[in-house]
Nanobody, 124 residues
């Protein structure tokens, strides 16, 4: 059974930092591209960042460029996202997602395996 479990969310003041974690099981982790998405209250889920299966290439939404950093360790079946200089508009539920091997990993609609999310709240 494939499972993605997020952790690391919380309440932080604007300008602060958080690191989200995603633990994967039930899949050959190193074969899958991974990504982070978020969903703000009353809005649709949106793509934030992705990382290719080997970890040597990354892609970011403009809102995340220069502030967020995605990484992975295939030996540990883990992915992270370091978020710096957080803003109130970064508030939302953050989801870990996986895309099949060989997929268009930089395209948000590619992702079809999802975790349950972790809440991030940035206060002003």
């Amino acid at each position: 059974q494939v499972q993605l479990v997020e952790s690391g969310g919380g309440l932080v003041q604007a300008g602060g930092s958080l690191t989200l974690s995603c633990r994967a099981s039930g899949l050959t982790f190193g074969d899958f591209a991974m990504a982070w998405f978020r969903q703000a209250p009353g809005k649709e889920r949106e793509f934030v960042a992705s990382i290719i299966w080997g970890g040597n290439n990354e892609y970011y939404d403009d809102s995340a460029k220069g502030r967020f950093a995605i990484s992975r360790d295939n030996a540990k079946n883990m992915m992270w996202m370091r978020m710096d200089r957080l803003k109130p508009e970064d508030t939302g539920v953050y989801y870990c997602a996986a895309a099949p091997p060989g997929s268009r990993w930089w395209v948000g609609t590619t992702y079809d395996i999802w975790g349950r999310g972790t809440q991030v709240t940035v206060s002003s």
